[in-house]
Nanobody, 129 residues
Framework: QVQPAESGGGLVQAGGSLRLSCTAS????????SGWFRQAPGKEREGVVCISWDGQTWNGRNTYYAESVKGRFTISRDNAKKTLYLQMNSLKPEDTAMYYCAADIPGCSSDAYGVRGYWGQGTQVTVSS
């Protein structure tokens, strides 16, 4: 299967910003659900931000944001470049994790991982205090 490739991670100070990018040949992130997940050491992989393309909604909206990142993270796409973005502002130490891009997945909850779709290998984000 096609494997997305993430980039843009790094080490930043609390309050800083990062922009993650995800590309995948043959995909334009417009089928089922696409989004970003993260996993901290010893923790479960969790959905951070997702966009649905198949009619699924969260509280009547086609975009899901985890409560912990609302107002700070923004998801967007550029179909011409076949790229999905995650803009992260006002970063906190608790945002430290490996961030994964996913496409054609069934949902944005932890249960979506390992079910179906395309998953990247991850890009590390570390936020220092």
């Amino acid at each position: 299967q096609v494997q997305p490739a993430e980039s843009g991670g790094g080490l930043v100070q609390a309050g800083g910003s990062l922009r993650l990018s995800c590309t995948a040949s043959g995909l334009i992130f417009d089928d089922y659900i696409s989004g970003w997940f993260r996993q901290a050491p010893g923790k479960e992989r969790e959905g951070v931000v997702c966009i649905s393309w198949d009619g699924q909604t969260w509280n009547g909206r086609n975009t899901y944001y985890a409560e912990s990142v609302k107002g700070r993270f923004t998801i967007s796409r550029d179909n011409a470049k076949k790229t999905l973005y995650l803009q992260m502002n006002s970063l906190k130490p608790e945002d430290t994790a490996m961030y994964y891009c996913a496409a054609d997945i069934p949902g944005c909850s932890s249960d979506a991982y390992g079910v179906r779709g395309y998953w990247g290998q991850g890009t590390q984000v570390t936020v220092s205090s």
